[in-house]
């Protein structure tokens, strides 16, 4: 069973940066295509980025490109996401999964932009 542990969330001002973690357990990440999601209070989950597990081909929601990377370390069976020029909108509890998510969801990081 694989576990998912999302860290690097804070409290940063708009136009800041962040890089959150995902790191796996009981199962190795590098045969899958992951993704980051987000879900801001009162609203659906909703896609963030994504990079496949060949090729590190990404892609990117209309809302963060030119401003988030999604990336991996398959030797660290770690993926990340650097987040930079952070609005208050990107506010949000961040997740990691596969990206049909079809791992069981970890506690996800808590990002707050304030103005």
């Known amino acids: 069973q694989v576990q998912l542990v999302e860290s690097g969330g804070g409290l940063v001002q708009a136009g800041g940066s962040l890089r959150l973690s995902c790191a796996a357990s009981g199962r190795t990440l590098s045969n899958y295509n992951m993704g980051w999601f987000r879900q801001a209070p009162g609203k659906e989950r909703e896609f963030v980025a994504s990079?496949?597990?060949?090729?590190?081909?990404?892609l990117y929601a209309n809302s963060v490109k030119g401003r988030f990377t999604i990336s991996r370390d398959n030797s660290k069976n770690t993926v990340y996401l650097q987040m930079n020029s952070l609005k208050p909108e990107d506010t949000a509890v961040y997740y990691c999964n596969n990206r049909d998510r079809q791992f069981p969801w970890g506690q996800g990081t808590q990002v707050t932009v304030s103005a």
């Open positions: 990079i496949t597990w060949t090729w590190n081909i990404t």
